[in-house]
Structure formats: structure tokens, C-alpha cells
């Protein structure tokens, strides 16, 4: 006769074991980067407070929301094949693939800033960060305004858009004029927006001008003044090189 130790010891093992499954399958926030589906965005994790070194007040008079853009003036890199500055992510359809760099000789602010550019075969630098989605209902109704201070070869290069949703707001740098510029896209959050995505890029219909941008500097804020201070006056850089 057998004894009812086994049966009962099974019953336990498989308990076990479908708590662990569970936990695994549960913990989605921490895994989905990396096997989540292949066309579906995933909001990284926020950043802990010291891992923002561009952590800085915003302008005089203006409601500061510069805290929700993590690594904003690209000083933290991720160590990959292909890097990427940290909390920032590359379009789901296109790989870096060398259109994304880090550099330390054209700067800003800091000791670093990105350089876009395209490979020829169709595939330009695209950044993009989605706001977190728990700070999305205290935005709606209010007027988001993201800068940045960019360096461009070439006319319409780069491009910023605002996306909430399915909509967006957009704006490109028209005339580089070869130094430091400010480029700055607005947008008023609808009242039942759930996302709001950053996105960074030079357009793919320009790839045959053969564009290099070079990006710094990030600021968002909510509801900016009609009229802001003037900027700091645009330092001349090094020449662009292809």
C-alpha cells in the first residue's frame, strides 16, 4: 500500500511551483523591456532622485515639471553594442544602429550630449521618453512646452513632437544657422489623455542631405508665459563633420 506522504509532498511541490510563476509573470514592470511584445511601448521604470544629474530648477515664474524628464541633458549612457542615453529609448521600428552617439566635444550643458545622424540605409536618430503615466492626470488641461537647444547641417532638422496619444504637436528648427538654438513644440493636454511621449528626431525624408544634429540641454515646463526671457545667446561650435 502507498504511503500518503507522496501524493501530499506533490501537491506541495507544485504549489510552490505555481507561486513562483506567478510572481514572475506578475513582476511585468521589471522584465518588460526586455521580452514584452514586440510592438507594444513599455514605460521604463522612473529613475531613483540621484540619477539625475540635470536635476535643475526651472525658469523664474514658470511651474516646474523639468523633474518628470529623467537624464534630460544626456549625461548618464547605458553601456549596450549600440548606446543609449539612459531612460531614453530609439523608435520600436528602427535599432540605433550608429545613429545614436554619445560626445563630449560639442556640449552645451554638462559633459556630454547626443549626435544624430542617418546610415544611408533609411534608419535616422530617433529618441523618444514617455512622461510618467501617474503624473499624466495632474497634466491634463495645462499647456506643456518641451525645448531643446540644438546644432543642425541641415534645414527642418531636428524635429520635436509632442505626442499625446494618438495626437501630437510638432515643430522643427527651420534655418540652422550652425550654432546652439533653441527648438520648442507646445502642446494643451486633452482631459482624457493617458500618455504623453517626448520624441526626438531628424525625419527620415532628409537622410538624402545627409544630416548631423547634435541635441542638449532638455526642459519641460507647464504653462509657460506668452513671453519668456531670452535664451542664452548661442555659442558658436566646432564645424559639422558627415
Known amino acids: ?12 511541490a ?15 514592470p521589471t522584465r518588460s523591456l526586455v521580452i514584452g511584445p514586440l510592438f507594444e511601448y513599455h514605460y521604463p521604470p522612473p529613475p531613483p532622485p540621484d540619477d539625475k544629474a540635470d536635476d535643475r530648477p526651472g525658469p523664474p515664474g514658470i511651474l516646474n ?32 544602429r550608429g545613429v545614436i552617439k554619445r560626445v563630449t566635444d560639442v556640449v552645451r550643458h554638462g559633459a556630454s550630449s547626443v549626435r544624430l545622424e542617418c546610415d544611408g540605409l533609411g ?8 512622461l510618467p503615466p501617474e503624473a499624466i ?16 547641417n541641415t534645414p527642418q532638422t531636428p524635429c520635436l ?15 540652422p544657422p550652425g550654432t546652439w538654438e533653441r527648438l520648442s513644440v ?7 489623455a493617458t500618455r504623453v511621449l517626448l520624441i526626438i528626431e531628424i525625419p527620415r525624408a532628409r537622410e538624402p542631405a545627409s544630416p548631423v544634429v547634435y541635441v542638449d540641454d532638455g526642459w519641460l515646463v507647464q504653462d509657460p508665459p506668452s513671453s519668456e526671457a531670452p535664451g542664452t ?7 559639422l563633420s558627415p
Open 186 to 192: 507646445e502642446r494643451t493636454i486633452g482631459p482624457e
Open 137 to 152: 492626470p495632474r497634466l491634463r488641461g495645462h499647456r506643456l512646452k518641451f525645448s531643446v537647444w540644438a546644432i543642425s
Open 233 to 239: 545667446p548661442p555659442a558658436t561650435a566646432p564645424p
Open 161 to 175: 513632437h509632442l505626442h499625446e496619444d494618438t495626437e501630437h504637436a510638432s515643430a522643427c528648427l527651420q534655418t
Open 65 to 96: 515639471v523639468q523633474a518628470l524628464v529623467a537624464n534630460a541633458s544626456f549625461e548618464q549612457w547605458d553601456a549596450q553594442p549600440d548606446p543609449l542615453p539612459r531612460w531614453w529609448s530609439e523608435s520600436l521600428s528602427v535599432s540605433t
Open 14 to 28: 507544485v504549489g510552490l511551483l505555481l507561486i513562483v510563476v506567478l510572481h514572475y509573470a506578475l513582476d511585468e
Open 1 to 12: 500500500m502507498s504511503s500518503p506522504t507522496g501524493p501530499f509532498l506533490k501537491k506541495i
Open 123 to 130: 534608419h535616422c536618430g530617433d529618441l523618444r521618453q514617455a
